[in-house]
């Protein structure tokens, strides 16, 4: 499956905002709803995607494997989910820096084009040989 980069940074913007708010507020809640975004972009559906989808209409110039995006969806969801056990048992730190960290690398992404979990992917798959197979898409 092929990706357009174009949605992929609006997405990353689109998070940064969601994150950045999450830290000002303190909103467990908004956290929660971003973690749902996170989990919809592992299956490739991510709403801000199709937000973006929505209004723009024009081809992309270049596509990228989508497997790398997906990826760096769950690590996000990862650091959703354990700043939601923050908020959840109290450990406001835990909220904080995971949130934060989240926040750091959709900033990346959409400030630059880094893309971290991205970048995970790629180190991972060179570094396990069983990683390195194809997966049917």
């Known amino acids: 499956m ?3 980069p174009r949605a992929l940074r609006f997405g990353a913007a689109m ?28 299956a490739g559906r991510s709403p801000y995607g199709m ?11 270049e ?7 997906r990826f760096a969806q769950g690590v996000g969801l990862v650091f959703a989910v354990a700043g939601l056990a923050g908020f959840a048992t109290g450990i406001m730190s835990l909220a904080l820096v995971a949130t934060a ?3 750091l690398a ?4 959409a400030a630059f084009g ?3 979990g991205c970048e995970m992917y790629l180190l991972i798959r060179r570094i396990l040989p ?3 197979m194809e997966v049917p898409q």
């Open 2 to 4: 092929r990706a357009d």
């Open 15 to 42: 998070t940064t905002l969601i994150l950045l708010l999450v830290l000002v507020t303190g909103s467990a809640w908004l956290l929660a709803a971003q973690a749902v975004v996170f989990a919809f972009g592992i």
């Open 51 to 61: 937000l973006f989808g929505a209004f723009v209409r024009s081809a992309p110039k």
């Open 63 to 69: 596509t990228e494997d989508s497997r790398p995006p």
């Open 101 to 103: 960290a989240a926040l």
């Open 106 to 109: 959709a900033f990346l992404n």
């Open 114 to 116: 880094f893309c971290l």
């Open 130 to 132: 069983a990683a390195n």
